[in-house]
């Protein structure tokens, strides 16, 4: 629970500190998700594009609409220890950015 709240805290302390999403992407990602938990069950096929989709747009951001995308998963309903990995994954690269920069 206290490495869970730490992840947080810093979560929300560099949430303060990025950019915001811009629109269009924030307005795509949260369709995307909408698509996939629209998608009837039993359908195969259109969970697994949409996803790749997904996928896909969230490798093309950069490390902060990374988060703002991290952002907008947290506040669906989702598989929270996905969500939490990928936050640790995150917070793993910026810490390797700044320990890279300061070399």
Do not use: W
Request: charged content about 25%; glycine content about 4%; aromatic content about 4%.
């Amino acid at each position: 629970r206290r490495l869970h709240l730490s992840y947080m805290f810093r979560l929300r302390a560099l949430l303060r500190a990025c950019p915001p999403l811009p629109r269009a992407d924030e307005q795509r990602l949260r369709g995307l998700l909408r698509e996939i938990a629209q998608t009837p069950p039993g359908d195969d096929v259109l969970p697994a594009r949409l996803g790749k989709s997904l996928m896909s747009a969230y490798e093309a951001l950069q490390p902060p609409g990374r988060l703002g995308f991290l952002s907008i998963l947290a506040r669906q309903d989702v598989d929270l220890s996905t969500v939490r990995r990928s936050c640790q994954n995150l917070l793993a690269a910026e810490d390797d950015c700044r320990a890279a920069a300061s070399l």
